[in-house]
Every structure is written in structure tokens, then in C-alpha cells.
């Protein structure tokens, strides 16, 4: 299993979030920790290579894996049409 560490803005993004949304987050990396040596990660492009999204509804989560220490970093998360801006 895989430990998370969030990045402050990710932390301050996740607060601001309805209840309900945030709940489905963490619901999701949840499963991620559990998953993460056989999910499927979504790489992403760009200024961003070298990290991953996960979907949740409407909202992204951009993250890093290290399998070595097996930690989760989240970078950012936000709504669909910001958190890649």
C-alpha cells in the first residue's frame, strides 16, 4: 500500500471543495494507494510529464508515484478546464 502526501496547494484546493466531491477524492485515492502497482496511470504531456491525472467526475487529481519509498504525491487538483492550466 502506498502512503499520500499532498502539496499545500493541493491541500488548500481540496478544503475549499463540497463535501460530497471531496469525499469521492478521497474515496478514489484511496483505491489508488491500494491499486497503484497495477493501475493503469493516465501520463500526461507537456510541462507535466513525468506525472499522471486521475479522474473523479469532474475534478482531476495530478499526481507522481515513487515506487521506492511508495508514496503518492498530489500536485494539484482542481475542476477539468483549470487544473491543466
Not at 504525491?73 to 491543466?84: A, C, P, W
Amino acid at each position: 500500500m502506498y502512503t499520500l502526501e499532498f502539496e499545500a496547494r493541493a491541500r488548500r484546493r481540496l478544503r475549499r471543495l463540497d463535501a460530497t466531491i471531496r469525499k469521492r477524492i478521497f474515496s478514489e485515492l484511496d483505491r489508488l494507494c491500494t491499486t497503484c502497482d497495477t493501475h493503469r496511470h493516465e501520463a500526461l504531456r507537456g510541462k507535466d510529464r513525468g506525472r499522471f491525472r486521475l479522474r473523479v467526475q469532474d475534478y482531476r487529481a495530478v499526481y507522481s508515484f515513487n515506487k521506492g519509498t511508495r508514496e503518492i504525491t498530489i500536485h494539484r487538483i482542481d475542476h477539468r478546464s483549470k487544473v491543466y492550466s
